[in-house]
């Protein structure tokens, strides 16, 4: 990368420069609603009433996260938000697998056809009414006293781009292993549990990280079903009623340090595993 | 399963069990896609408000056709999309080109510019409400220190400013996306065409749109047709950052829609869900019209060019 300067003239070289500017300052532009977010949960309350251009505290105040934590139930939002977020990445990793090696490996009628209403339904998007007549199910049902009903309906609407994400990685793997397992014996979801899934591990991977961001972030059907059972929002939702409750401007504190809560476990996961995340983002929408 | 034949049985075990493996995905898409969308004709023709429906006949549909409030609604969501599309399509664009040129540092630019995607689009909107909070937030304080304003603006208060409020985080929560696309699509571009290039004398603005956009065009058609189709669709920010006020003035066809079925989170109102269901099947016909129009100019602009 360096090489090439050499032979860059003056001219290139301060435009370069100037183009090197004006990227950080759009990183900058980038990341500064969650720098001022994160350093802001650590002012009083007073100071974020007030305002300022400053984004590092004046003074800095832990009993935020310690107020939020035991006031304001987000110890419980907290626990509902990785349980949820867990369960969506399960349910999504064993369905679109099993789904994924089925339709890349089985012969059957209507496959093509199935599969079509698969990438339909994708595209088909009539927004929060579908969530009308689940909410309604899941009550008639008895499911709405637990997440376990929003954990599948999360996992049920994004399940099309696990699928196809699966899908295409074992339509990339050779027939012959499947042939050579099942010379040795392996009955069909042998060849699934011992061949096919080890060498998933790669897309697992990306099909874990994106349906934990889904499950994590998700808002408007935990908000759905969590209106008259507060010990079952997730942070997402949690935060948003504190904002919704009162005028807003009396507890800056505690929402900072609640939005805090809500992003810093996924900004830790993006700095570990951000190349999968770009990776599963573009795969998705090609394959998509 | 009852074959005679023990070869043939062990293939209908295997074809059953294949069965039994797909069977989640089926349940899936019959219960969350297939379902509510056929549950939502139901009661199009019905005043339901979650415990009683009655029959009105043609009575939602003649409230359609005057409803005001959802009209003007639709305008602003072509409004938002417009804005939104203006300005990030160019910018994602730019930072994409900027960023193959590989200076030092590229790599942690790319994860700067693609970090707002992972953040939930209900916390994004709750931490531009901060920011752009009309007495203390930070934006009008920067803004009044560097003496650019007299006086702070009312962001998220005042109907003149509001759009523009939600254009910003829009173009914010997106822009990362929409660079990675055209990152990897300009990935797939061959090396030789920009050597040649070079060689014959191009300098970098020639290079874009001589060499550069043209050979990017099939990926800017697919980013185009995403971003039309999910601008339309946004509603999660916006119910978070200014509620669809002041006075309407921001609120978008999905968000409105969403205070008929479960009602607003600042009014005590009955649930609309028969007259919310007719206007979800309208506001589906509206953006499925407009990719269908989308594609059709696409595919005329291929052919002149």
């Known amino acids: 990368m360096e090489k090439g300067h050499a032979v860059y003239s003056t001219q290139t070289k301060i435009l370069r420069g100037l183009i090197w500017v004006f990227m950080l300052f759009m990183a900058v532009l980038m990341i500064f609603p969650v720098i001022y977010i994160v350093f802001g949960s650590f002012k009083g309350n007073s100071e974020l009433l007030v305002g300022g251009t400053n984004i590092f505290p004046k003074k800095w105040v832990f009993s935020n996260y310690s107020n939020a934590w035991q006031q304001a139930n987000f110890a419980r939002y907290t626990v509902n938000s990785i349980f949820l977020a867990l369960g969506v990445m399960v349910v999504s990793l064993i369905n679109s697998t099993m789904a994924g090696y089925v339709f890349s490996r089985r012969k059957f009628k209507g496959k093509e056809i199935l599969y079509g209403i698969f990438v339909m339904f994708m595209f088909i998007n009539v927004g929060s009414v579908s969530l009308r007549p689940l909410f309604e199910l899941s009550v008639k049902l008895h499911m709405n006293k637990s997440l376990i009903s929003v954990i599948l309906i999360s996992a049920g609407g994004g399940q099309a781009t696990y699928l196809f994400l699966s899908r295409g990685f074992v339509n990339a793997l050779p027939m012959e292993l499947d042939e050579a397992a099942k010379i040795d014996g392996c009955t069909f979801f042998q060849i699934y549990r011992l061949v096919i899934l080890p060498l998933l591990k790669p897309v697992m991977a990306t099909i874990a990280l994106l349906s934990f961001r889904q499950g994590w972030n998700e808002y408007i059907l935990p908000l759905v079903f969590t209106m008259t059972n507060e010990n079952l929002r997730p942070l997402t939702v949690g935060v948003n009623m504190l904002k919704n409750a009162g005028d807003g401007a009396a507890a800056w504190d505690i929402m900072f340090a609640g939005a805090s809560i809500a992003i810093i476990p996924m900004l830790v996961i993006y700095c570990i595993f951000s190349r999968n995340f770009m990776s599963g983002m573009t795969a998705g929408a090609v394959k998509g | ?305």
């Open chain 2, 1 to 305: 399963m009852q074959k005679t034949n023990k070869g043939k049985m062990k293939i209908s075990r295997d074809g059953l069990v294949a069965g039994l493996m797909l069977t989640p995905a089926l349940i899936f898409l019959i219960v969350c896609s297939i379902y509510p969308f056929i549950w939502i004709f139901r009661y199009i023709c019905y005043d339901y408000n979650g415990f009683t429906a009655t029959f009105t006949g043609t009575r939602n549909i003649t409230r359609m056709l005057g409803d005001k409030t959802f009209w003007n609604s639709v305008g602003h969501t072509f409004e938002y999309a417009a804005y939104k599309l203006i300005f990030i399509i160019p910018l994602s664009l730019l930072m994409a080109v900027l960023l193959n040129m590989r200076m030092k540092g590229s790599n942690l630019f790319r994860g700067m510019y693609f970090m707002p995607t992972i953040i939930s689009t209900s916390i994004s909107g709750m931490i531009f409400a901060f920011i752009f909070a009309t007495k203390n937030g930070i934006a009008n304080s920067i803004l009044m220190d560097m003496g650019v304003i007299d006086s702070p603006i009312k962001w998220l208060m005042s109907r003149d400013w509001v759009m523009v409020t939600v254009t910003i985080m829009a173009i914010w929560g997106g822009l990362g996306n929409y660079m990675l696309y055209f990152t990897t699509g300009m990935n797939g571009l061959s090396e030789d065409v920009y050597e040649s290039a070079k060689i014959d004398g191009a300098n970098g603005v020639q290079t874009f749109f001589r060499i550069t956009l043209p050979m990017l065009s099939p990926v800017l058609k697919v980013v185009l047709m995403l971003a039309i189709t999910s601008a339309f669709k946004d509603y999660e920010a916006i119910m978070v950052l200014s509620k669809g006020g002041p006075g309407n003035r921001s609120m978008v066809m999905f968000l409105y829609i969403y205070n008929l079925i479960f009602g607003a989170t600042d009014s005590t109102s009955q649930a609309q869900i028969g007259y919310g269901a007719l206007l979800s099947i309208m506001a589906a016909l509206i953006v499925g019209t407009v990719t269908i129009i989308y594609n059709i100019v696409a595919k005329k602009l291929d052919d002149v060019v």
